[in-house]
């Protein structure tokens, strides 16, 4: 097996389309024939049952608030074997962890287990203020380097056109890795209590694979 590629998908806030993206880029890695694993940040049950629907191997949660740092390290490495590249998706916000601190949260995960951090942001009804709010998520933690942003919910390509715009015109900003679409085909069902589960996800493998497409279209 070659080296591990792994990588963190965060997000601005719940909502923004990041189980989505992580879904998405797990199916469309697996089609290419890569053998993928994939982790959830915090205690959820849900987001890592349809992780393996995309990916065919059971997701495992990690949880920095509930396990030492070692015993969580420990946890992804064992979960890797045999994987060629490993897809964690976080929880809230990038920054949300207990309370007004960044304990468990992602970011807290992604420099314990040195990830690479790519934030998605709904870019739903904003322009150039994209650019503010990447700034502010990019230069917020010094020690914690963002590698790229995905942008969500484009309604066009002019809106497209200014994101992409706005966001190159940031001095020292992490770079566009892609524009996702406004797609109500991709949009996950849920019910009362959140997403619905894998179980009940109707027509499963033809959503995964719109999913893929739909990410693999953003670049």
């Known amino acids: 097996m070659s080296a591990l590629r792994a990588l963190l998908i965060a997000g601005t806030q719940s909502g923004c389309g990041k189980t989505s993206v992580a879904l998405g880029l797990m199916a469309a890695l697996r089609k290419r024939g890569l053998t993928v694993q994939g982790f959830k940040c915090g205690p959820d049950f849900i987001d890592p049952g349809l992780h393996g629907l995309a990916t065919g191997r059971a997701s495992h949660n990690l949880d920095a608030w509930m396990l030492p740092a070692q015993a969580l390290q420990d946890l992804f490495h064992r979960a890797c074997a045999g994987a060629d590249v490993a897809v964690v998706e976080g929880a809230m916000g990038l920054f949300d962890g207990h309370g007004a601190s960044s304990r468990g949260s992602s970011a807290e995960i992604a420099a314990l287990l040195g990830l690479p951090v790519v934030l998605v942001v709904d870019a739903r009804a904003m322009g150039r203020s994209i650019a503010a709010l990447v700034h502010g998520f990019a230069t917020f933690d010094p020690n914690l380097p ?24 940031l001095p020292s900003g992490p770079p566009l890795l892609g524009c996702l679409t406004r797609s109500p085909e991709v949009t996950l069902p849920s019910r009362h209590l959140g997403l619905i589960t894998a179980e009940d996800l109707p027509q499963a493998e033809a959503h995964l694979a719109r999913l893929a497409a739909w990410v693999e279209a953003s670049g």
């Open 146 to 169: 963002i590698a790229g942003v995905l942008a969500n919910q484009v309604a066009s390509r002019r809106h497209q056109a200014i994101v992409t715009e706005s966001l190159a015109a």
